[in-house]
């Protein structure tokens, strides 16, 4: 996992430096990445808080696993497999947000490295 989003992290890095974007605009990443999860996640719970059970559902398959909350809840197959996509699609919003952070902590690191070749280059 930890591979996988420093290599998403480096490609979206590869793909901003051709464009010539600067560090300083790079922050806005991480924040379109959290905006964009906590949408996803606003939408879920809005459709599971239709239930009765459906935020506690919710919030148990996100905190131990959709098997577990679909053993104590005895859910229906279906609902299962919406669980199964509501948890996925969370998950998936929350690994964006990782990316992005990495990618600007890499960008942050090289911006540091740079400067502090720069200055002691000067010396």
Not at 10 to 37: F, P
Not at 75 to 99: F, H, M, P, Q
């Amino acid at each position: 996992m930890k591979n996988e989003i420093k290599d998403a992290a480096k490609k979206l890095y590869d793909e901003n430096v051709k464009t010539g974007k600067h560090a300083s605009a790079y922050r806005h990443i991480v924040a379109e990445a959290i905006v964009e999860r906590q949408a996803v996640e606003d939408k879920i719970k809005s459709v599971w808080s239709n239930s009765v059970n459906g935020p506690a559902i919710l919030g148990l398959a996100l905190l131990v696993g959709v098997e577990s909350a679909f053993d104590e809840y005895s859910l229906s197959e279906s609902n299962r497999l919406a669980l199964e996509y509501s948890v996925k699609a969370i998950s998936e919003a929350d690994r964006k947000v990782d990316i992005a952070r990495a990618y600007v902590d890499a960008e942050n690191i090289r911006r540091k490295q740079r400067n502090e070749f720069f200055f002691t280059s000067e010396n």
